[in-house]
C-alpha cells in the first residue's frame, strides 16, 4: 500500500544517491532502517541502510549483497507491477 511505498522510496532514495537524498527526511529514512532518529546520517545509519536492503533483497529472491543496484531494482519495479494489478 501506500506506506509501503512511501517506505522503499526512502529506502531506494538514500541507496541511489549515495545516502544523501531523503525525499521524507534524514529522520524518516532512519526510521524505515531502523536506527536512531537523529537526523544525522552517519555511519550507524548507512550500516542499518545496508542491512535493511539485504533483508529486502532477501525477500525478492536477489543477491543479499546491501547495494541496491539494477537487478534489486528490476526485482522491486517486477514485484511492485505485479501488485498493482493484483
Known amino acids: 500500500g501506500p506506506d509501503t511505498i512511501q517506505r522503499m ?3 531506494i532514495s538514500a541507496s541511489q544517491y549515495g545516502g544523501v537524498s531523503f525525499p521524507y ?4 529514512t532512519q526510521s524505515v532502517v531502523g ?8 555511519d550507524a545509519s548507512m550500516a542499518a ?6 533483508t ?3 525477500a525478492l529472491g536477489v543477491d543479499d549483497d546491501g547495494v541496491w543496484g539494477p537487478v534489486t531494482q528490476a526485482a522491486w519495479q517486477h514485484l511492485s507491477d ?4 493484483a
Open 82 to 85: 505485479i501488485s498493482e494489478h
Open 49 to 54: 541502510h545496508d542491512r535493511t536492503v539485504e
Open 56 to 58: 529486502v533483497q532477501r
Open 9 to 11: 522510496t526512502a529506502l
Open 35 to 42: 536506527t536512531a532518529t537523529d537526523g544525522v546520517w552517519g
Open 25 to 28: 527526511g534524514v529522520a524518516y
